[in-house]
C-alpha cells in the first residue's frame, strides 16, 4: 500500500492550494482517505474524510467552508482544496487510509504547505 503526495507548495495569504495524495497497493473505493495537517510546533488536526467510492465528504466544522476534497478513480487520486489559506494554515498535510474500527493504518509521506507574503 502507498500513498504518494504532491510536492511542497509555497503560497500568498489569500490564494488557494491543492494538495494530491495518488494510492496504489489496494482497491481505491474500498476506503475512506482522511486529511489530516500538523502545524510547526503542534499536534495532529483532522480536517475531514472522503469516500472514494461515491465522493461523499465530511468535513471538520472549523475547515468546512474553505476545503474541499475530491476523489478520481480514473487515476487513485484524491486531493484536497484549500482556499483564502492564512499564515496558520502552514503545516504538513497528510492523507491517510481509514481502516472501520481501526482508525489511520497507512499515510502519505506528507506536503508542507507554507503561507507567507
Known amino acids: 500500500v502507498q500513498l504518494v503526495q504532491s510536492g511542497a507548495e509555497l503560497r500568498n495569504p489569500g490564494t488557494s492550494v491543492k494538495v494530491s495524495c495518488k494510492i496504489s497497493?489496494?482497491?481505491?473505493?474500498?476506503?475512506?482517505i482522511d486529511w489530516v495537517r500538523q502545524a510547526p510546533g503542534q499536534g495532529l488536526e483532522w480536517m475531514g474524510r472522503?469516500?472514494?467510492?461515491?465522493?461523499?465528504?465530511h468535513y471538520a466544522q472549523k475547515f468546512q467552508d474553505r476545503v474541499t476534497f475530491k476523489a478520481d478513480a480514473s487515476t487513485s487520486t484524491v486531493s484536497a482544496d484549500l482556499i483564502s489559506v492564512r499564515s496558520e494554515d502552514t503545516a504538513v498535510y497528510y492523507c491517510a487510509r481509514r481502516v472501520p474500527a481501526f482508525g489511520l493504518d497507512f499515510w502519505g509521506q506528507g506536503t508542507l504547505v507554507t503561507v507567507s507574503s
Open positions: 497497493g489496494y482497491t481505491f473505493i474500498n476506503y475512506y
Open positions: 472522503i469516500d472514494p467510492e461515491n465522493g461523499g465528504t
